[in-house]
């Protein structure tokens, strides 16, 4: 049995898989059914590009993000780091930034599976999902991950299956008619393009699950670097394979919906595609309450937020994953599946922001210490203010 982190009372339970299911779970439940309807009605035929940028985004917010988790092994993740590093103020900032965004990536998570499962009553499902959740976060974490984990290898088969089917019957041919069916006479701006990156950016956030779980981590400066670049690196190749499946459709004429994976095949596989984003948004939604959980643990430790979220029952903070559930379900009742996945994004980008800035205080060579840190927080900054100029129009696309 593993011995508690010191003076935590969490458990260092968590090895090499079971810190990329983590990872995994968190990725691929919401954004690789939620996310390509609203991105591709902004980026148009440039989706892959606004793939390429979210990616980008991601990956130097991997780097920054496995340095400082590598240097401050414990539960928070940007919050911990900023608190040790740069004081206060920008650690409450990224604290708070990643409760709320991660609350609304819960509610986009319970929503997708309404909107798969019950489209004319989505937010009722998704109330019931977050509430079967947080029991199963309040059972314990190591439960959690071994669900996740079955949920993710589901997940994967029903997409391989789905997508290969798709293109099978509507390949992409790019070297045609590269925008296909698509709107060609709406000018797609460069704004457009960053807009649709951030909401893209949100499918690729999971990693930070990883990090705020430190001290649940067994040999964490060894585990999470690799954890979180494994993870990263597979959830990639299944978008793209997801991507270049939603534009053949597109490009062959079929109407993309909300429930974008299951506009792409014929009636009759509605159940296969709607059993995989029960299962992938629900792993996700796992991940998403105990990270939650944990980062408003860590700031209840250290007195930036109530102390009574601090206390730990059975290794759970149940109190702040209490918290976290109560959140979610604010965010479902207040908004649509584009809007919660845009939301989302936005504070969770703010979140980097602080993380690379927290990173520049590493010592380390120019290109790790300046050059990456710098051209992340350049890209986060981007992206937030293409997502809070869209935002209005992202909360009606899709419908």
């Known amino acids: 049995m593993s011995a508690p982190s010191a003076g935590s009372g969490l458990i260092r339970h968590l090895g090499l898989v079971g810190a990329t299911v983590v ?7 919401t954004g690789v059914f939620a996310v390509w309807t609203p991105a591709l009605a902004l980026s148009g035929p440039w989706l892959l590009i606004a793939l ?3 990616a980008a985004c991601a990956g130097l917010n991997a780097l920054s993000a496995v340095r400082l988790a590598a240097q401050h092994p414990e539960s928070g993740g940007a919050y911990a780091y900023a608190r040790i590093r740069l004081g206060r103020p920008p650690a409450v900032l990224a604290g708070w930034a990643f409760i709320l965004g991660k609350a609304a990536s819960a509610a986009a998570a ?34 959690s991950v071994v669900v996740s984990g079955i949920l993710v290898a589901c997940v994967v088969l029903i997409l391989v299956v789905v997508c290969t089917a798709s293109l099978v019957t509507n390949p992409l041919d790019v070297s045609v008619n590269p925008s296909g069916n698509l709107d060609s006479s709406r ?21 930070a699950r990883i990090t ?43 109407m993309i919906g909300v429930a974008s994976l299951e506009s792409i095949v014929p009636d009759s596989w509605h159940w296969l595609v709607a059993v995989g984003a029960v299962l992938a948004a629900g792993a996700s939604l ?3 309450l105990t990270a939650i959980g944990r980062t408003t643990f860590a700031m209840a430790r250290r007195g930036d937020a109530p102390r009574q979220l601090a206390n730990v029952h059975s290794g759970v903070p149940r109190q702040a994953a209490l918290l976290a559930a109560v959140l979610a379900a604010l965010v479902v009742s207040g908004g649509s599946l584009p809007w919660a996945v845009g939301l989302s994004s936005t504070f969770v980008l703010t ?27 350049g ?21």
């Open 212 to 254: 705020v779980l430190g001290e649940e981590v067994r040999h964490p400066a060894w585990t999470i670097p690799r954890a979180v670049l494994l993870s990263l690196a597979a959830v990639l190749l299944i978008y793209v394979g997801v991507a270049v499946t939603v534009l053949a459709a597109e490009q062959a004429g079929l």
């Open 351 to 377: 979140y980097y922001t602080v993380m690379h800035v927290t990173a520049c205080t590493l010592p380390g060579r120019i290109l790790t210490r300046w050059v990456v840190p710098v051209l992340g927080i």
């Open 23 to 29: 990872g995994v779970a968190a990725m691929l439940g």
């Open 52 to 54: 390429g940028v979210a």
């Open 187 to 207: 000018n797609v701006t460069g704004l457009d393009v960053l807009a649709a990156s951030g909401l893209i950016f949100l499918a690729f956030a999971g990693y």
């Open 379 to 399: 890209l986060c900054g981007a992206l937030v203010l293409s997502l809070v100029l869209m935002l209005p129009r992202v909360s009606t696309l899709g419908h």
């Open 286 to 288: 796992l991940a998403l």
């Open 110 to 143: 319970g929503l997708t599976i309404g909107v798969y499962l019950m489209p004319q009553h989505p937010q009722v499902i998704a109330w019931f999902a977050i509430g079967l959740c947080l029991a199963l976060d309040l059972a314990g974490l190591r439960r």
